[in-house]
């Protein structure tokens, strides 16, 4: 069984569900320290003028997990993420069909970060017909430090017998110790697919929020993760 670990993302890029999506099952990475600036509360879209961020508040002490880091409210950051979405994709060809499950991934009664998120990508998964089993690292209960063997130890705890790990794991996975504990290692091989997005001028811009790929596409992309034939190795 192949499992993927991811920590959740803000209406992730497209690369988050083709690692989903070449997985029988996947866990929410929610105990590991919150890092500031990168992509657990924020994402970026494509407006008239170019990118265009948008971030969700929150009260944070370091070293705080992600599931300890509460939202900030104080401030109506849905409604302003909601008009953001509308200025940036209004004309876009799939506006009405998303418009809707986008403001209902936002409007979620939740102070606490983590959960959250997983609410907030459970509706995307939902309305994008993505049935795989998930867990939380939080619920499984490993807390090892070394990232290798908390990767290994929450594959074993969910069955699995392979791991799909990004990329950017070559640069610190232990490989051998994957060995060691009968676990095989592979690694996603995802590419960005060129497609028609807004404001044309302004050229193609890859790895924005899936926001902007399914206002401009539809879930057709989404769909072709599906196929594991060449995509895994």
Known sequence: MIVSIHQPHYFPYPGFFHKILQSDAFIFLDSVQYVKNEWINRN??????????????????????????????????????INTIKTCY???????KYFDILKESLNINETNLSLFLIKHLLILFERLNIKIPYFTASDIGVYTFNPTLRIIELCKNVGGDMYLSGPAGKDYLEEDLFKKHNIELIYQE????????????????????????????????????????????
Not at 56 to 63: E, Q, T
Not at 90 to 96: L, V
Not at 205 to 231: A, C, F, G, H, P
């Open 90 to 96: 209004g004309r876009a060809k799939y506006f009405s």
């Open 190 to 233: 995802y590419s960005p697919v060129k497609y028609n997005q807004n404001f044309e001028k302004l050229g193609f811009i890859e790895n924005l929020s899936v926001i902007d790929l399914l206002m401009n596409t539809d879930d057709t992309i989404i769909n072709s993760y599906k196929d594991r034939s060449s995509r895994i190795r």
């Open 44 to 81: 970026v879209l494509k407006g008239p003028n170019g990118k265009v961020f948008i971030t969700i508040p929150v009260h944070y002490k370091f070293p705080q997990k992600i599931n300890d880091v509460l939202i900030d409210n104080r401030t109506e950051w849905i409604k302003k993420h």
